[in-house]
């Protein structure tokens, strides 16, 4: 019986999946999603588009914060960012999705950069209120903007084509997204085990060895800034073609604390931290809604005292992780697959 | 190799560290730098490398030379691409990167995988232990394993100057002289120069072939080894060796002061 697993050569050290039973299950997951819309309603697709779209926002953020140790509170915004450069492009300039999605991107990134600027001086929660500002300036700007992006009535966004797919159709979009997803993943994935995510990690962990190391701390710091907010302006744009109708209310710093909740509740400076977080969020929140609905039912007179229901039990989980599981849900995962290798011979 | 001319390290624009120092390291030599605390030792080497800015520190006269190009107003990263390594005190290992990580993340200077392999495998014939910890997270490593890891680290990378930062630092005296022997035999082995800082003076005399003493941002002393070893305020003040369990009078503890206060 197998117990454990060695690596005998560098390459083998080096492998992205470790092991075949690893290959076969995110085959087997990856077919599931594939064929997700052939079974399941209207409803839930679009709840699973959404997932799509949060997971490539908590990839970008996980990048910055989990990775390079950068806390950022301004992820919505630059989603925001993504989100409008892709719809104008579309709407008034007449671009193809096919350009204007990683011109999102490339805007966001070019934004995220001028605001990471600061990381060169700043760090933890200064660095935090530097995004902040981020947050509000970019939220001003799209509101006051008006002959742009419509000010605070916001704008319509034209459905977008990409070949045979027509975005206003959820399954398409499903699609999209879930394609997007995959690649962002194993774009982050990539960026880790290369050199620039162990510079990510050697800055977080310790700057001045870093440092030592030949690690130049303002590029990789500015790249970190750029990568994430790359990701953002992609997940922005998926997320106009979703909503349908923006506004500067679409991308607000909630927005940005609740993508920061999902990294620390899936587990900050994880890749899998992303997708569990993500998971665990809209699946506690699908509960609460059910939950809400029952309860409003059940006692009609009473229909105010369930309102803040799910905000509680967000800030509970949110508290309840950082005391118990701060390494996240990933953390776990990990532990689990360590017994489940070494079974049964432990220790 | 190196030439630290005269120079002068100030941080904050207030605080005057080094005041005119100049040493010299030849190639393929061990050289120790020995002082007390607070000497200005670590600073003259983070003005080696380049950390200084990061602390607000700034060399702001003499200068600065490896192989004789000036390097006192070079960034980090440019400095360690020239082959200068500083392996910093108390052992800064990436707790969250494994061992293989650890080692990979410094080798940012090379560039062909063949080279990066056979470095891979150099450190583990210096330091076969580590081998068999190669998956697990630096942070879960002995005091002694992490040393043993950031040495191996400026062996990844093309070091040709290795600046040394108290490496015996809370190790046991086995651990020690175990760490000081692979040293020892890098230098002779694979022409690795050192630039060794250490507070445990014994020890330090005895790898190194060039010794300097450093007091209050000076260098106060420097000779061969075997002279240093021999002069009576080296014995004094860092060997220890006289007046071992004898009662000081009044007047040998003023002549102490005294002869301290004309070295510094």
Redesign the interface.
Same mark, same amino acid.
């Given at each position: 019986m197998p117990s454990g697993l060695f690596?005998e050569k *560098?390459e083998t050290?080096e492998r992205v999946f470790q092991t075949a039973f690893v290959k076969v299950w995110l085959f087997v997951f990856l077919a599931g999603c594939a064929l997700f819309p052939f079974v399941a309603s209207k409803y839930m697709i679009s709840i699973m588009t959404e997932v799509g779209i949060a997971v490539i926002a908590c990839h970008g953020l996980n990048l910055l914060t989990g990775f390079t140790g950068q806390i950022s509170l301004g992820h919505a915004a630059f989603m925001g960012v993504g989100a409008y450069t892709c719809s104008i492009l579309i709407s008034t300039a007449g671009v193809p999705f096919v350009l204007a999605l990683p011109a999102a991107g490339a805007m966001a990134a070019l934004v995220g950069m001028v605001f990471g600027i600061p990381s060169l001086r700043l760090r933890g929660l200064y660095l935090a209120i530097a995004t902040i500002a981020a947050q509000f300036i970019i939220e001003f700007v799209i509101r006051r903007w008006d002959g742009l992006t419509g000010g605070v009535e916001g704008m319509y966004v034209d459905p977008a084509t990409l070949g045979p797919l027509h975005f206003n159709h959820p399954i398409h979009l499903y699609y999209l997204t879930f394609v997007l997803a995959v690649a962002a993943t194993l774009a982050a994935k990539n960026i880790i085990r290369a050199?620039s995510g %162990? @510079?990510f #990690? @050697?800055i %977080?962990? %310790? *700057? /001045? @060895? @870093?440092?030592?190391? !030949? #690690?130049? /701390?303002f590029k990789y710091r500015l790249m970190s800034f750029a990568v994430s907010s790359f990701l953002a302006g992609i997940a922005g744009a998926l997320m106009a073609q979703y909503l349908e109708v923006i506004t500067h209310e679409s991308f607000t710093i909630h927005q940005s604390i609740d993508y920061l909740a999902m990294c620390i509740i899936g587990g900050l !400076?994880h890749l899998l931290g992303g997708i569990f977080g993500v998971a665990f969020w809209f699946i506690l929140e699908r509960m609460l809604e059910w939950l809400t609905t029952t309860l409003n039912s059940a006692f009609p007179d009473h229909i105010t005292w369930f309102v803040s229901i799910r905000e509680i039990v967000f800030g509970v989980t949110i508290i309840w992780f950082l005391i118990f599981e701060p390494d996240g849900l990933a953390a776990r995962w990990r532990t689990i697959r360590a017994y489940w290798k070494l079974w049964p011979f432990s220790y | 190799m190196l030439a630290v001319n005269n120079i002068e390290v100030i941080y904050d624009d207030v605080i005057l560290v080094l005041k005119g120092l100049s040493l010299t390291v030849e190639e393929g030599k061990i050289v120790a730098l020995l002082g007390a605390n607070g000497a200005g030792k670590t600073t003259t080497l983070k003005a080696v490398s380049g950390l200084l800015k990061v602390e607000n520190g700034e060399v702001t006269d003499g200068t600065i030379e490896f192989m004789g190009e000036r390097i006192d107003n070079k960034a980090p990263e440019e400095i360690v691409s020239r082959g200068i390594f500083q392996v910093m005190e108390g052992r800064c290992v990436f707790e969250n990167l494994t061992v293989h990580e650890n080692l990979v993340a410094a080798t940012r200077t090379l560039k062909s995988r063949k080279e990066i392999q056979a470095r891979y495998d150099m450190v583990f014939h210096y330091f076969p232990h580590l081998k068999s910890l190669r998956g697990r997270l630096a942070g879960y490593l002995s005091g002694g394993e992490q040393q043993m890891l950031v040495i191996s680290r400026a062996m990844m990378a093309r070091t040709r100057l290795m600046l040394l930062d108290e490496p015996s630092l809370g190790l046991s005296p086995l651990l020690v002289s175990e760490i000081f022997s692979i040293l020892k035999r890098l230098n002779q082995e694979q022409k690795m120069t050192i630039l060794l800082v250490e507070q445990n003076a014994h020890l330090a005399l005895s790898i190194a072939e060039h010794g300097y003493v450093m007091e209050n941002g000076k260098i106060v002393l420097d000779d061969v080894v075997d002279k240093l070893r021999e002069n009576e305020d080296i014995k004094m003040f860092y060997l220890g060796l006289t007046e071992v369990g004898t009662k000081r009078s009044y007047r040998d503890t003023k002549f102490y002061k005294r002869r301290k206060r004309w070295l510094a």
């Open positions: 690596h *560098y050290d050199r %162990r @510079a #990690v @050697a %977080r962990d %310790r *700057y /001045l @060895a @870093a440092e030592v190391i !030949g #690690v130049n /701390l !400076g | -």
